[in-house]
Antibody
């Protein structure tokens, strides 16, 4: 069955860096776009970034552009999010999600999320 | 960017009630509208995509409609497991944007 499992969250100081990972299984990872979506405590969902199936195209929300970098390793069935210059407002649960692009882009499988806390 | 506005932000309803949630886009998104359900402490789950297509395994009491800028999610007969938050999301343009959510609570 399709599974995506995030890891790498934790407590980091403002201005610090952190890398999140997402391990995928149960589907042909290299055929799908992938995305990161976050949810601040008690708030709604915010799309962060997505990457094409081959990794040659990336998009970012304005709130993270220039600070976050999405990447993937299709040989390892893994997705990554390198987060630099972290701010208090980046505190959130970060979800990895598969994008199904047949017809319309939709996030059809989500991981359980990993919590990133930015605090001094 | 396309702004997505959901209403109401919360509602109280009883088991068996018909519930309707509205999502409005700030510009025409054709039919590129998806709905997700999220229960406390859990990841969101895709319910409906392309305005009205049910994701595999989603009960038929859920339905979606609309086009252009105005969309609705309807639960025909609310069940105990449907008490959750619901989010709309547009896929017509990047950035992909979500509505603010609607929390469905037990009356």
């Amino acid at each position: 069955q399709v599974q995506v499992v995030e890891s790498g969250g934790g407590l980091v100081k403002p201005g610090g860096s952190l890398t999140l990972s997402c391990a995928a299984s149960g589907f042909s990872f290299s055929d799908f776009y992938m995305s990161w979506i976050r949810q601040a405590p008690g708030k709604g969902l915010e799309w962060v970034s997505y990457i094409s199936s081959r990794g040659d195209t990336t998009y970012y929300a304005d709130s993270v552009k220039g600070r976050f970098t999405i990447s993937r390793d299709n040989a390892k069935n893994s997705l990554y999010l390198q987060m630099n210059a972290l701010r208090d407002e980046d505190t959130a649960v970060y979800y990895c999600a598969r994008i199904n692009d047949y017809g319309v882009y939709r996030f059809d499988y989500w991981g359980q999320g990993t919590l990133v806390t930015v605090s001094s | 960017d396309v702004q997505m506005t959901q209403s109401p932000s919360s509602l109280s309803a009883s088991v068996g009630d018909r519930v309707t949630i509205t999502c409005r886009a700030s510009q025409d998104i054709v039919s590129h509208l998806n709905w997700y359900q999220q229960k406390p402490g859990k990841a969101p789950k895709l319910l409906i995509y392309y305005t009205s297509t049910l994701q595999d395994g989603v009960p038929s009491r859920f339905s979606g409609s609309g086009s252009g800028t105005d969309f609705t999610l309807t639960i025909s007969s609310l069940q105990p497991e449907d008490f959750a938050s619901y989010y709309c999301q547009q896929s017509n343009t990047t950035p992909l944007t979500f509505g603010g959510g609607t929390k469905v609570e037990i009356k």
